[in-house]
């Protein structure tokens, strides 16, 4: 079974970065067919996916949206089985709870939706305010 768990600091001012972390409990983070990924969630505006790294270290950006492309950094660390999101130059609009996710393709090949994920974290509230 994969869990997820993300941390990080629930409020952040107005200009900032926020930078949380999302370990993998599971002994998969570096196998072959594993992707990882950051999806946020806020009222009206649904699931906006943030960036992908996968198993080999490949990043995939492709489909960020294209106020959020340029802001979003995905990175990992596999001695602690983590990867981490970091957004700069925040304002009050990035209040979300922000999700990491999981996926298994089996393959190379990452998943056909970002959205539509096998795995999921509980989610963490990230509020951004003077």
């Known amino acids: 079974q994969v869990q997820l768990q993300e941390s990080g600091p629930g409020l952040v001012l107005p200009s900032q970065t926020v930078s949380l972390t999302c370990t993998v409990s599971?002994?998969?983070?570096?196998?072959?067919?594993?992707?990882w990924s950051w999806i946020r969630q806020s009222p009206g505006k649904g699931l906006e996916y943030l960036g992908s790294?996968?198993?080999?270290?490949?990043?995939?950006?492709?489909y960020i949206g294209p106020s959020l492309k340029t802001r979003t950094s995905i990175s990992r660390d596999t001695s602690k089985n983590q990867f981490s999101l970091r957004l700069t130059s925040v304002t009050p609009e990035d209040s979300a709870v922000y999700f990491c996710?999981?996926?298994?393709?089996?393959?190379?090949?990452?998943?056909?939706?970002?959205?539509?994920?096998?795995?999921w974290g509980q989610g963490t509230q990230v509020t951004v305010s003077p």
């Open positions: 996710a999981g996926y298994y393709t089996g393959s190379r090949y990452p998943p056909r939706d970002w959205l539509e994920a096998d795995y």
């Open positions: 599971s002994g998969v983070f570096t196998t072959e067919g594993y992707f």
């Open positions: 790294i996968a198993y080999d270290g490949a990043n995939y950006d492709h």
